[in-house]
């Protein structure tokens, strides 16, 4: 049974997905201790439609310190990428994504590719991929 918050957050992910969202190619790797990932043959690549955003971000490193030594911290900056998708598009995927998983994004400049460091599903059906960029396209 569908309730009214239901049906506001399908409006409102429509929304979003109709002003902001982009095409992704997301191809299924297997990963295995030691050895270098490659395609999975279980699972087929698919199309999927999100956000992808990749935002500035610093952080903290504390080390241990003695006496007068490392008195401060060193602050690394970095870029946070992650790509969300609503929870139509989560439903209609093949097959789950798993962590290790490829994502491309051909529109843009130089078909960017990111390895799916992490999924973040919500209560919601929708899923948040945290991104790691690629070395090198596959």
Known sequence: ???PFDALDRAASYAVVTAYAEQAVLRPRTSEQYVE????????????WGVFSARPTS???HGQ???????GTTRVNAA???????REQADALP???AKGDLLSLP????????????IQPSNMGDMGFLLVRE???E
Do not use: C, H, K, Q
């Open 1 to 3: 049974m569908t309730t």
């Open 37 to 48: 990932r490659g395609p999975d043959a279980d699972r087929n690549g698919a199309i999927v």
């Open 59 to 61: 952080f903290d490193l």
């Open 65 to 71: 310190a003695r006496g007068s030594e490392l008195d």
């Open 80 to 86: 946070r990428s992650e790509f969300w998708i609503a």
């Open 95 to 97: 097959f789950r994504p």
């Open 107 to 118: 529109g843009r400049p130089g078909s960017p590719t990111y390895a799916i460091s992490a």
């Open 135 to 137: 070395d090198r396209p």
